[in-house]
């Protein structure tokens, strides 16, 4: 996760090429928190701590996730100019992904990647499936005090969450990262992450298991996101081949240090990044306002 984050910020900041980075599994589980995360608020410092889990702090902003080898990324390192129709703004960009994955929702548009689940949606900058009547029949079932409890009837508790995102903006470019759950352990999240206080409406205040589902609900092939995407993007008009991860980080590197792309441009790269290792040792001496303290950074 933290070699993936690093990358896109190189990308990000120092390239200027268009990059749709797909991932598959973090091997070693991870907590990654905004840019202005303030780790008490957001998680267990002291669990994490025993643990040794590895927390990072992103580039960009957003919420808290815990990831792991069952959580699927897509980050989109883009050009505004690639998508000239839409204005380089959060919610404009919002609209347009939520369209990539979904399609075009009151049209027959059928080339969004999650096409064939019809109750996907784009809804208060969540992914998320529309499941009222699913609901019901679990509550019935549920073994889970504390989830069934949360899981009163009503529209607005109908839509589970199955990917979070985050953004950030420059004047030319941008990154649209997302990460989707494809399955998840609800007692990881349970012990590393709080309930948090600024969160969307349409969560009420629900635990992670009454307001999180895993795709694999719904979608029984796992590949189906990594295979879809290149069509769901040339659908969109842009030009898509296939790149390795050496390709990306060669680019990259390259960037950053001033040498020509392919289109032969060069451009300047004494870039100052911010992804970085949270140091939860001295978090744990830091009170609940503080923001994440970070481990000076390695080449």
């Known amino acids: 996760m933290l070699r993936q984050l690093r990358l896109e910020e190189s990308l990000f900041r120092a390239n200027d090429e268009n990059w749709a980075i797909v991932n598959d599994g973090a091997p070693r589980r991870a907590i990654v928190l905004g840019i202005s995360g303030k780790p008490h608020r957001l998680i267990d410092v002291a669990a994490a701590h025993e643990d040794d889990v590895l927390v990072i702090k992103r580039f960009t902003g ?9 959580t699927q990324f ?3 390192v883009m050009n505004g100019d690639a998508i000239p129709n839409v204005p380089l703004f959060p919610r404009p960009l919002m609209r347009w992904t939520g369209d ?3 399609g075009v929702v009151g049209t027959n548009d059928d080339t969004g990647v999650f096409r064939d689940l019809p109750n996907w949606r784009l809804h208060q900058d969540d992914y ?3 499941t009222r009547s699913e609901l019901k029949s679990e509550l019935k079932s549920s073994n889970d005090r504390d989830d069934r409890d949360d899981r009163v009837d009503g529209s607005a508790k109908s839509f589970l969450k199955v990917g979070g995102n985050a953004q950030s903006i420059s004047k030319t470019r941008f990154v649209h990262h997302t990460s989707f759950l494809w399955d998840f352990d609800i007692d990881t999240m349970k012990k590393y992450l709080t309930v948090p206080e600024k969160q969307p409406a349409y969560r009420e205040n629900r635990s992670h298991g009454a307001f999180l589902a895993p795709l694999s609900r719904w979608i029984a092939d796992r590949n189906a996101l990594r295979d879809r995407l ?3 993007l040339r659908a969109r008009g842009l030009v898509v081949r296939e790149a390795s991860l050496a390709d990306a980080e060669a680019a990259a590197l390259e960037a950053e240090a001033g040498e020509p792309n392919e289109s032969g441009r060069t451009r300047n790269r004494s870039i ?4 970085a290792v949270v140091d939860l040792e001295r978090a744990l001496t830091m009170d609940a306002d503080a923001r994440a303290p970070t481990l000076p950074q390695r080449h």
Do not use: H, I, N, Q
Not at 62 to 70: E, I, K, L, P, S
Not at 272 to 275: F, I, L, N
């Open 62 to 70: 957003g919420g808290t996730v815990v990831v792991d080898a069952d």
């Open 74 to 76: 897509v980050s989109l």
């Open 100 to 102: 990539l994955y979904g």
């Open 128 to 130: 998320v499936v529309e």
């Open 230 to 232: 290149p069509g769901a």
């Open 272 to 275: 100052r990044k911010s992804t």
